[in-house]
């Protein structure tokens, strides 16, 4: 009797063997068929397709590099989707403490009153041009978080949208603002 459950288990062994064997066809073949599902998934999670191609691109040459170490409980297509998860909640997950570090300066820069009186005015100008040219909408979050101070919660409360869009949004702004000002300046912005 055909079970189609043993038959994808037969199919993933003999694709697992084939790679293991470094047959590059099987490999660019599986790459193919399940590289833009996977993008589209991660984007799930990190909302960036730059950093989503990275981390699936990253998932299937590790894959590639290490078939004889991994092991496939479910199904490969399992796998992927188990691991492209959580390479992006690891992704998430350093970026915020990451963040920390390096937002300290400007935040301390934004929130302090004295702050105007020792910073360059043309690194003001260079900031404020780039907030400038951010959406309408990731303007407004990223002002209202590091200009007035709120925490995510009361901005996703004055704003009617969740606090994860607020994160997100804001994590947007700070690469596109970093990207903006390395751009037209030769300062390095510490975002």
């Known amino acids: 009797m ?18 293991k064997n470094r047959n590059r066809k099987v490999f660019e073949s599986l790459f193919y068929e399940y590289y833009p599902h996977l993008v589209r998934y991660a984007e799930g999670f990190v909302f960036d397709r730059q950093v989503c191609e990275d981390i699936v ?9 290490r078939t004889d170490l991994i092991k496939i409980e479910q199904s490969i297509k399992a796998y992927f989707y188990q691991s492209v998860k959580n390479r992006c909640l690891n992704y998430l997950r ?29 690194i003001i100008m260079h900031i404020e041009k780039a907030i400038e040219r951010l959406p309408l909408q990731m303007a407004s979050l990223f002002r ?10 009361e901005i996703a409360t004055e704003k009617k949208i969740s606090e994860n869009t607020v994160k997100t949004q804001i994590q947007r702004a700070k690469e596109k603002l970093r990207n903006l000002l390395l751009e037209s300046t030769s300062i390095k912005f510490f975002l």
């Open 2 to 19: 055909y079970n189609p459950i043993q038959a994808v288990k037969i199919e993933d062994r003999i694709l697992l063997n084939e790679i």
């Open 94 to 122: 350093d970026i915020h403490i990451q963040d920390k570090h390096k937002l300290l300066y400007l935040e301390s820069m934004l929130n302090d009153d004295d702050s105007a009186t020792w910073l360059d005015p043309e």
């Open 57 to 65: 691109q990253n998932l299937l040459i590790y894959f590639w590099e």
């Open 144 to 153: 209202l978080k590091y200009v007035d101070g709120k925490k995510y919660r």
